[in-house]
């Protein structure tokens, strides 16, 4: 999507191996955001940052950090992962809160396979 | 937990029908958003409706809210095959600042 990436796409990791994604926008916005997507639940927020440095915990967050040392990135590491972490992430932006404006903007997200 | 739940969660009609979807959800909102997404791909923001609107048209999509019945539907007119995606709702709740609480999403199948 024109605007924010996800990278990468696809990772196959083992348990118990930490992992990073990384969101990276080009828009500017304040707002970024971390789901994971999951059959019958839906999309669920992990973390998500309003500002370089200031991030705050979603409803799944247990398992998950993240930073964001500038504007433009925003990163979500698994610790240690586990096989319940398998799962699509999608990252999203916003230029005002809980999307106001335009609504979010999604990347393309990253399949996540934890063996 | 999630704030929004569609109804139904799954819908198959043929082209040009109307499709209709429900989300309700539990606690007061500022906003509520439909998203649409097609398989394999990221999510994509249709229509946002306001707290204090109680209906929005976009194109062939209309959006009613109705507070007081913390209820929100989503009316495609004259559906294509291009429609069949899931649709999402979205909403901005009092009180949590920054974010967006998404439901679980209608699958809409729109058959030739």
């Known amino acids: 999507d024109a605007g924010i990436t996800q990278s990468p796409r696809h990772k196959v990791t083992e348990t118990g191996t930490p992992v990073t994604l990384r969101c990276h926008q080009t828009e500017n916005h304040r707002y970024m955001y971390w789901y994971r997507q999951d059959p019958g639940h839906g999309l669920r927020l992990i973390h998500y940052s309003y500002g370089v440095k200031d991030t705050d915990k979603g409803e799944v967050s247990d398992g998950y950090s993240v930073s964001r040392s500038k504007t433009e990135d925003f990163l979500l590491t698994l610790e240690s992962a586990t096989s319940s972490q398998t799962s699509v992430y999608f990252c999203a932006i916003s230029d005002r809160k809980q999307g106001a404006g335009y609504g979010y903007t999604f990347g393309s997200g990253t399949r996540l396979t934890v063996v | 937990s999630q704030q929004g739940e569609e109804d139904p969660q799954a819908l198959s009609i043929q082209e040009g029908e109307n499709a209709t979807m429900n989300c309700s959800y539990k606690t007061s909102i500022n906003n509520l958003q439909w998203y649409r997404q097609n398989s394999g791909r990221g999510l994509v923001h249709l229509i946002l409706i306001r707290s204090n609107e109680r209906e929005k048209h976009s194109g062939r999509l209309r959006v009613t809210l109705d507070t007081s019945k913390k209820s929100s539907s989503l009316l495609i007119t004259a559906s294509r095959a291009a429609d069949t995606a899931s649709y999402f709702c979205?909403?901005?709740?009092?009180?949590?600042?920054?974010?967006?609480?998404f439901g679980t999403g209608t699958r809409l199948q729109v058959m030739l």
């Open positions: 979205a909403t901005g709740n009092t009180g949590t600042a920054s974010k967006l609480t």
